[in-house]
């Protein structure tokens, strides 16, 4: 199973693809970010954002997706232009036949971490050593991605269990 996790922003979009193993292990097959250009219209960047992420997609053929829910509790302006981006990325994944899953970054949390309150830096660490990487994953956007498709990947376990 291939799962692709994305953290959603304008000018960043952080992507991480993780594949499950036979034996249940994890692995990172690849992770980064896609960039808008500043200098661009907003219609011009969320198009942008489409055609990279539709190029991941082409590539890595995931059978499923983990997209982060937003969460903002003070600038509506950020959270408006977050959530367009947002809104391309689950057309985009709709439109490629990949099935979505979404989660909290509280659920995030809890999954990769096992406390809801974890920093930034807790989380990182916890997902190279989920995915046996050599060193933190960079930049930060890809990251919480892959700490996403790592959450959608144990949901999936446990939910196959208790079924």
């Known amino acids: 199973m291939i799962a692709i996790g994305i953290d959603p922003g304008i000018a960043t979009t952080g992507y991480g693809i993780v594949r499950e193993e ?3 292990r994890l692995v990172a097959l690849t992770h980064g970010i896609i960039e808008t250009p500043k200098h661009e219209s907003l219609p011009r960047r969320l ?3 489409q055609r990279q992420l539709d190029a991941l997609i ?3 053929q995931p059978q499923e997706a983990a997209v982060e829910e937003l969460f903002f509790a003070n600038n509506a302006k950020t959270a408006m232009t977050v959530g367009q981006a947002r809104g391309v990325v689950l057309l985009t994944l ?3 036949r990949v099935e979505v899953h979404e989660y909290t970054p509280l659920q ?3 999954a990769v971490s096992g406390y809801g309150q ?3 830096r807790q989380m990182q660490v916890m997902v190279q ?3 046996g990487l050599p060193a933190v994953p960079k930049p930060d956007d890809a990251a919480d991605a892959l700490a996403i498709a790592i959450t959608h990947l144990q949901a999936r376990r446990w939910v196959g269990l208790n079924a």
Do not use: E, H, I, R
């Open 22 to 24: 036979d034996d249940g």
């Open 47 to 49: 198009q942008a954002l």
């Open 58 to 60: 082409s590539t890595w």
């Open 94 to 96: 709709c439109n490629a």
């Open 108 to 110: 995030v949390k809890q």
């Open 118 to 120: 974890a920093d930034k």
């Open 129 to 131: 050593l989920l995915l």
